[in-house]
C-alpha cells in the first residue's frame, strides 16, 4: 500500500516516493514561474508534435502535476485522463483548468482526473492507452525501473509513451560547473527527497533507459535534450531578446549529438510493437 503524506510531512512514501504534497507554491516559483520552465514547455510544444503521432486518440498524464501538459493536450482536442497521487498538487491542477475552460480554451469534458499513483494505475485505469505521457515523475520515485514495466503494461499495441526523466549525467555536470567538486566525485548525486528540496532522488542515466526499456518490450523512437544550454550559462540574462536567441539555440541542437547528452531532461518516445498476428 501507498501511504498518502499530510501536506506537511515531507517524507517519502512506503514505496520509498515523492509525493508533492506541500510543494505547490515550491515547485510552481522554481520552475514554472522561472524561464527555465518556460524553456521546458516552449520545447515540449516544440518537440511533442515532432515525436509523437497525435491524432486526438485519448491519453494518459502519469504524475501530471500541476496539469500543463493535461492542458496542452485538452487544447490540441485529447480527452485526458489526469492522474496524481498528491491531493495538493491535483486540486491546483484542477482549479487552473477549469479556469481555463471557462476562458474557452477547451470543453469542460475534456479532462478527468485520478487521485492515484502509478503503481495503481493497472487498476484504477487499465486502458489499454494508445497514448500515455509521464514527465518527470521517475526520478520522484523509489523504484523507476518498476515504474517502466507498469507503463509498459498499460500502453496498447501501437500505442506510444512519452517519458521525460531527469538525466543523471547532466547533474553531475552541472555540480562540476557549480564548483560543487567534492560532491560530483563521491557522485553522491541525488536528494534525500527531505523537506522542500527538489534534488530528484532517483535521476536517471540513458544507459540505464536503453536497458529498461529493452526490459519491458517497448522500442525506443526518438530521443531529445531538454535544457541542454540553459543550466550551463555563466551569465544568464533576463533579456527577453537573449532568451528567445537561447530558444533557437535550444530547438537547433536538442536532437543532436552530442548536445541531447547532457540535457538536465532526457525526452523519449517509446513504442509498443503491434502484438504478432
Ligand atoms: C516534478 S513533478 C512533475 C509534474 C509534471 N509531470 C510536470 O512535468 O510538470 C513530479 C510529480 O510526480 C508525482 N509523483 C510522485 N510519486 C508518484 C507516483 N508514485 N505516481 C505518480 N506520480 C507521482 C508528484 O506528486 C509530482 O506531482
Not at 490540441?76 to 487552473?96: F, I, K, N
Not at 501501437?158 to 560530483?184: E, H, I, W
Not at 544507459?207 to 531529445?224: K, S
Not at 537573449?242 to 532526457?266: F, I, M, N, S, V
Request: hydrophobic share 40%.
Amino acid at each position: 500500500m501507498h501511504s498518502i503524506p499530510t501536506s506537511t510531512s515531507y517524507e517519502l512514501t512506503q514505496a520509498g516516493d515523492r509525493y508533492f504534497d506541500g510543494l505547490v507554491d515550491k515547485f510552481s516559483r522554481s520552475l514554472y514561474q522561472a524561464p527555465r520552465g518556460e524553456l521546458r514547455l516552449a520545447m515540449l510544444d516544440y518537440l511533442l508534435p515532432q515525436m509523437l503521432h497525435l491524432t486526438e486518440q485519448p491519453v494518459l498524464d502519469v504524475g501530471g502535476g500541476l496539469g500543463q501538459l493535461s492542458g496542452w493536450f485538452a487544447q490540441r482536442g485529447h480527452a485526458v485522463t489526469m492522474a496524481e497521487p498528491s491531493q495538493d498538487m491535483l486540486a491546483h491542477a484542477s482549479a487552473w483548468h477549469a479556469e481555463r475552460s471557462a476562458e474557452g480554451a477547451w470543453p469542460v469534458d475534456k479532462l478527468r482526473y485520478l487521485a492515484a499513483p502509478l503503481q495503481l494505475l493497472p487498476q484504477q485505469a487499465p486502458g489499454p492507452w494508445p497514448l500515455i505521457t509521464c514527465h518527470a515523475v521517475l526520478e520522484w520515485l523509489g523504484e523507476p525501473e518498476q515504474a517502466v514495466q507498469t507503463l509498459a503494461s498499460l500502453l496498447a499495441p501501437g500505442g506510444q509513451l512519452s517519458l521525460m526523466v531527469f538525466n543523471r549525467d547532466a547533474l553531475r555536470f552541472s555540480n562540476v560547473v557549480k564548483g560543487n567538486l567534492k560532491k560530483a566525485l563521491s557522485d553522491q548525486l541525488e536528494g534525500k527527497g527531505k523537506r522542500q528540496r527538489l534534488t530528484p532522488i532517483s535521476p536517471v542515466t540513458h544507459d540505464e533507459m536503453c536497458q529498461w526499456v529493452v526490459n519491458n518490450g517497448l522500442v525506443m523512437e526518438g530521443v531529445a535534450g531538454i535544457r541542454i544550454f540553459q543550466d550551463y550559462l555563466r551569465h544568464p540574462s533576463t533579456e527577453r531578446s537573449e532568451q528567445a536567441t537561447l530558444l533557437a539555440l535550444e530547438k537547433q541542437y536538442c536532437r543532436q549529438d552530442p548536445h541531447w547528452r547532457l540535457g538536465r531532461y532526457l525526452l523519449y518516445t517509446f513504442t509498443k510493437p503491434e502484438a504478432d498476428v
